[in-house]
């Protein structure tokens, strides 16, 4: 509170506007994430994917973009992007459950889960 929209990093402003919805039905809605959890404390990650499993039961879809391993084990699907990143990424190495990413040999990811 108190500073500038504009001063805000791209997590703070992403978790702004989502607070600004969280009043909203949010039936046929698609929120999209990118990497909202930077810079937050481990404990207030779990707060944050607590209001992302409160928008899916009021009908929600919510897409997430991010590196963060305890968001990524709790998602209900994984697209994990790679091998490696820059022009080395860019393909699809697996996309299922987390369960099904840590079995894959080729997910980098996946060796972390």
């Known amino acids: 509170l108190g500073e500038a929209t504009p001063g805000l990093s791209g997590g703070e402003a992403q978790r702004l506007k989502l607070a600004s919805e969280m009043g909203r039905g949010q039936d046929d809605t698609v929120f999209v994430f990118d990497e909202p959890t930077i810079g937050l404390h481990p404990l207030d990650v779990q707060v944050l994917m607590g209001i992302f499993q409160h928008l899916i039961e009021k009908g929600a879809t919510v897409v997430v973009i991010e590196h963060d391993l305890d968001v990524i084990r709790s998602a209900d699907y994984v697209?994990?992007?790679?091998?490696?990143?820059?022009?080395?990424?860019?393909?699809?190495?697996?996309?299922?459950?987390p369960e099904e990413v840590k079995a894959c040999p080729e997910s980098m990811t996946g060796k972390y889960l």
Not at 82 to 97: D, F, L, N, S
């Open 79 to 97: 697209i994990d992007l790679g091998p490696k990143g820059g022009e080395q990424g860019g393909r699809i190495v697996v996309a299922g459950t």
